[in-house]
């Protein structure tokens, strides 16, 4: 059975600090998503990476795969108070069947930015 | 565009009542997830469904719970019989279901069993 451990459950930094989750999953998949989500709210996809060494940026959130190691990394850059919320990650274990499959979800991380 | 739609937003049963729960896909959209949150946990995976198909049901409860997309009208999930332990947030994604690997996740549903 497939699993996903996220890292650390929750986070609390200031304003302007750097700080990583981290991802690890159990089985091989070529196919992460992170996920916001807000108090209440939906899921926010922020990125999807498709393969080994694949990185992605976005604002002040960059998004890697290291699928040899099975993990993945969300790394925050001189974090603001708007990006308070829980991060999941998700693998898709699809393989290349080009559809998509259900989503595996970690057990997200809570991020609290204090001023 | 309109994204993934679910209703009602919000819904409230008695124990033992039935619970109703729609989605309708994304617009050109043909494959159907939903998943369930418990307060303060992870999305869990419960069903995939293409149009009058269920391609896999592996996360469903073997009772009480049921899914359908019929080829007309939005995707149900059903609880029959619910207990306070159905209490949660029930979401409900699309995807193309061909080269295109994004799920799409509705605003959800959060049932409140009394």
């Known amino acids: 059975e497939l699993k996903v451990e996220q890292n650390p459950l929750f986070l609390s930094m200031q304003e302007g600090k750097n700080y990583t989750i981290y991802c690890n999953y159990s089985?091989?998949?070529?196919?992460l998503y992170w996920y916001r989500q807000d108090p209440g709210k939906s899921l926010e996809s922020l990125f999807v990476?498709?393969?080994?060494?694949a990185v992605k940026q976005e604002g002040r959130l960059m998004a890697s795969l290291d699928t040899k190691a099975r993990l993945s990394t969300l790394h925050i850059t001189a974090a603001v108070h708007d990006l308070s919320a829980t991060y999941f990650c998700a693998v898709d274990m699809s393989g290349d069947t080009g559809t998509a499959s259900k989503l595996t979800f970690g057990t997200g991380t809570r991020l609290q930015v204090t001023l | 565009n309109a994204g993934v739609m679910q209703n009602p937003r919000h819904l409230v049963r008695r124990r033992g009542q039935e619970a109703r729960l729609r989605c309708s896909p994304m617009?050109?959209?043909?494959?159907v997830y939903w998943y369930r949150q418990l307060p303060e946990e992870g999305l869990k995976f419960m069903v995939y469904?293409?149009?009058?198909?269920?391609?896999?049901e592996s996360g469903m409860p073997k009772e009480r719970f049921s899914a359908e997309f019929p080829k007309e009208g939005p995707s149900i999930l059903r609880i029959q019989q619910v207990v306070r332990g159905d209490s949660a947030a029930y979401f409900c994604?699309?995807?193309?279901?061909?080269?295109?690997?994004?799920?799409?996740f509705g605003p959800g549903t959060r049932l409140t069993v009394t």
């Open positions: 089985t091989t998949s070529d196919r």
């Open positions: 990476l498709l393969s080994n060494g």
């Open positions: 469904l293409q149009k009058e198909n269920i391609i896999d």
């Open positions: 617009k050109g959209h043909s494959h």
């Open positions: 994604a699309s995807s193309r279901g061909i080269i295109s690997y994004e799920q799409y």
